[in-house]
């Protein structure tokens, strides 16, 4: 009976023995993936009740904005058809067209498009173009939610195409293949009009808009010179000499039609009174 309480004890203390060893070797072995990982085993979380918070990483292409942006100018100048030449040859060296154009001998509106990223460049030239630059506008406008707005419509449209195309080439009955054909009729038209307003603002994003306005005024008077000292009273002298001198020409110029026909008719006149004259007897000699 001892025999076998004695076997029962030592089995007893044997099993608590190898799992003690067993525990222990989890914990070194912990402490050593930990170790040999590079990583701080986490300290005991306090009871506080709130959970860790998450930082959000920033999200891809947020600072790729789509921006449209446009410009008005107000120009005078003393040649209208002049600018308008020079504004014209600088949208053209820049990349860019001329769009809608009026054009006067006092006035002149025509509008130029240019790739957005040459926009400031070109609108200094056209700034210094004329006499005086009166108004100078510049005008941007964020359209990168309309872009992405868009985008996800016309990928959910293209699905939706795609379905009802599914479905009309299962179709077997007339009346089915009728109203599937109407409904993607509908569908596609939606579909063209979201395309054609991505590219509309795709344009807006990639060329820039420039309405010019030009007013003719007229060219400023000369600077006067200096007429103080010898030499100006000598230039005074020359021109009082030149007014008159054309005065006294533009004088026999108008009376020179007449002189043409009074000065023959009186010396035609001269001469007939010189014949009709008696001639005197000279006294003879006794």
Known sequence: MRTRWRAALAITAAAIALAGCSSAENGASSTADSAGSGRVPAAPQQGTGKADSKVTPPQAGATDRKLSRSARLELTATKVVDVVAQARGIALGAGGYTGQESTGEDSATLS?????????????????????????????????????????????????VERIRALLSQATSVSDITSIESELTSRESALESLEQQRNSLAGSVAMATVAMSIRSVAAPAPAKEDRSGFLGGLAGGWDAFLVFGGGLLTVLGAIAPFLL?????????????RRRRPVKAEPTEV
Request: aromatic share 4%; net charge negative.
């Open 261 to 273: 026909i009074v000065v023959p008719l009186a010396w035609l006149g001269w001469r007939l009174n």
């Open 112 to 160: 130029l498009a240019v790739p957005a990223d040459k926009l400031d460049p070109v609108l200094d030239q056209l700034s210094h173009l004329g006499s005086s630059l009166v108004k100078r506008e510049l005008n941007t406008q964020d359209v990168t939610e309309q872009v992405v707005d868009v985008e996800a419509r016309l990928t959910t449209q293209r699905k939706s």
